[in-house]
């Protein structure tokens, strides 16, 4: 059972590239949310997603999109990168109905630097 | 949405007993205390969870005010490998799974050996 599963591990980019990453669960979750961690800065909630096609937006979501076309996948893109925009991301499910009595299961983080 | 509130940090010796505090003073009838830890560069990971009563696990026990407005997480004897950031959260059954969750900075504790 592999989880939560985030690809890239790492990834440098250019100021203004475009790039996907990319976010996998296996568990069934209806519940999918990327958050970025800054240091000292704590966990932030960039968007998430109750369920296929529904996505809303968290504290920071400018700079990023998202999209759910499946119950397996929810990848986050930046189509612009700012040197601001450096940061380890997390990828995170979790049940749907019910989620209060079920655990966030977190992947293990995408280091992007943008340069 | 209800909040909550950390310290920034706490330390504690190895093989002793901490108290983890975290207030929620607007805590609605419908929120469970969720807690979770950070372990350095890894992803946070679930501790323990719950309503009204207190819990225990294998890795933690959670004691909740009657009143609701504060939560403790105890580590009954913190070792090196406890050193984390610990975040307490509120997840509101009545949104049925599908509301923001907001982490804060947690507490950062420190395991002296």
């Known amino acids: 059972n592999a989880g939560v599963t985030q690809t890239p591990k790492f990834q440098v980019l250019k100021t203004g590239q475009s790039m996907t990453l990319q976010c996998a669960q296996d568990?069934?979750?209806?519940?999918m949310s990327w958050y970025r961690q800054d240091p000292g800065m704590g966990l932030r909630l960039i968007h998430y997603?109750?369920?296929?096609?529904?996505?809303d937006q968290g504290e920071v979501p400018n700079g990023y999109n998202v999209s759910r076309s499946t119950t397996e996948d929810f990848p986050l893109r930046l189509l612009s990168a700012a040197p601001s925009q450096t940061s380890v991301y997390f990828c995170?499910?979790?049940?749907?109905?019910?989620?209060?009595?079920?655990?966030?299961?977190f992947g293990n983080g995408t280091r992007l630097t943008v340069t | 949405d209800a909040k909550t509130t950390q310290p920034n940090s706490m330390e504690s010796n190895e093989e002793e007993p901490v108290h983890l505090p975290c207030n929620h003073s607007?805590?609605?009838?419908?929120?469970?205390i969720h807690w979770y830890r950070q372990l350095p560069s890894q992803g946070p990971e679930y501790v323990i969870h719950?309503?009204?009563s207190n819990v225990n696990n294998r890795m933690a026990s959670l004691a909740i005010a009657e009143d609701r407005k504060s939560s403790t997480l105890i580590l009954h004897r913190a070792t090196l490998r406890d050193a984390a950031v610990y975040y307490c959260?509120?997840?509101?059954?009545?949104?049925?799974?599908?509301?923001?969750?907001?982490f804060g900075k947690g507490t950062k504790l420190t395991v002296n050996p």
């Open positions: 995170a499910s979790s049940t749907g109905t019910g989620g209060y009595n079920s655990p966030l299961h």
């Open positions: 568990m069934n979750h209806e519940y």
């Open positions: 997603s109750v369920g296929a096609g529904i996505t």
């Open positions: 607007t805590i609605s009838g419908t929120d469970y």
């Open positions: 719950g309503l009204t």
């Open positions: 959260i509120l997840r509101d059954v009545s949104k049925g799974g599908s509301e923001k969750l907001v």
